[in-house]
C-alpha cells in the first residue's frame, strides 16, 4: 500500500494560517522565503529560522507531519556543512592530513543549511494549511500562467496515480522471479518495465483529456469556496511582509 504524502492532509485544522487568505497567504510567505534565502548573515539567519519556526507553530501543524518533510532537506545540506569548511579560504580552524578547516567555510555551511530548513519550514504553513484545490484557484487568482496552474493540478493528483501503477509493475516482476541484480539482464528488465510504465501513463493522461474534454473542461479551477479578504489577512500579511523586511533593516539599525 501506498503512504501518500498529501501535503494538505491537516488543512481542516483551525488555526490563524488556515483561516488566512490563500492568495495573501502565498503572496507574504513567497516574500519572506525569499527574504530568508537571501540573507548574508548567519546571525540574522537564525533570527529568520526562528520566525519560521512561530509561524509553523502558529499554524498548529503536528510536529510528526512537519519533521516527515524536513528531514528531506537534511540530504541537500548536509554536504554543505560537510565539504564548504575545507573548500572555503579563511581563519583555520585546524589541520588534518593537509585538509584545513576554516572558520569562514564552517559558517557558510551553517549559513546555506539554516536558510534551506527555514524555506521549507516556511513552506508548511503556507501550503499544508489550505486545501491543494483551493491553493491551485488561489495560484489562478493571482495570475499565475493557466499552463503552469494545470501543471501543478494535475502533477499532483495523478503522481500517486503513478506511484500505485510502478508498485504494481515491481509486484508483478517480482512474482515472477525477478531480483534486483547489477546484471545486464535485471537492468534490461527494469528499463522494459520502465517503458511500459511510460507507455501505460501516457494512454492514461490521453483518457484524462478526452474525459474532460467531454465534461466540458475549460482550464479554469472551479471550487465552492470563494476568496474574501478580511481584516485579519491584512493583518498577517503586513506582519509576515513587515518581518521580513526587518531582517534587512536589522543591519542598518546596529543589532547585528
Known amino acids: ?29 513567497l516574500i519572506l522565503i525569499f527574504a530568508v534565502v537571501l540573507l548574508p548573515d548567519l546571525k540574522l539567519a537564525f533570527i529568520g529560522f526562528i520566525g519560521a519556526v ?9 510536529l510528526r507531519f512537519a519533521l516527515q518533510h524536513i528531514k528531506w532537506v537534511f540530504l ?8 564548504m569548511p575545507f573548500t572555503v579560504d579563511g581563519t583555520e580552524i585546524f589541520s588534518f592530513y593537509g585538509l584545513t578547516m576554516t572558520y569562514e567555510g564552517l559558517e557558510y555551511g551553517i549559513l546555506v543549511a539554516v536558510r534551506a530548513i527555514s524555506a521549507v519550514i516556511l513552506v508548511l504553513p503556507m501550503i499544508a494549511t489550505t486545501r491543494f ?25 495523478y503522481i500517486f496515480v503513478f506511484v500505485v501503477e510502478f508498485q504494481r509493475t515491481w509486484r508483478a516482476m517480482v512474482a515472477r522471479g525477478f531480483k534486483l541484480k547489477t546484471s545486464l539482464y535485471a537492468l534490461k528488465t527494469i528499463g522494459k518495465a520502465l517503458g511500459m510504465l511510460f507507455v501505460r501513463s501516457y494512454e492514461r493522461g490521453d483518457r484524462v483529456y ?5 465534461r466540458g473542461y475549460t482550464g479554469s479551477p472551479r471550487t465552492l469556496v470563494e476568496f474574501q479578504m478580511h481584516a485579519s489577512d491584512y493583518i498577517w500579511a503586513i506582519l509576515i511582509i513587515g518581518f521580513a523586511v526587518s531582517l534587512y533593516v536589522i543591519p542598518f539599525a546596529g543589532v547585528s
Request: charged letters at 20%; hydrophobic letters at 55%; zero cysteines.
Open 1 to 29: 500500500m501506498v503512504n501518500y504524502p498529501e501535503i494538505d492532509r491537516y488543512s481542516a485544522l483551525d488555526s490563524p494560517m488556515h483561516r488566512f487568505d490563500p492568495r495573501a497567504k502565498i503572496i507574504a510567505f
Open 54 to 62: 512561530l509561524f509553523l507553530i502558529a499554524s498548529k501543524l503536528p
Open 76 to 83: 541537500f545540506v548536509v554536504p554543505f556543512i560537510v565539504i
Open 133 to 157: 484545490d483551493i491553493t491551485i484557484k488561489a495560484l489562478d487568482r493571482l495570475k499565475m500562467p493557466n499552463m503552469l496552474v494545470q501543471m501543478f493540478m494535475f502533477t499532483y493528483r
Open 210 to 214: 478526452q474525459a474532460l474534454r467531454s
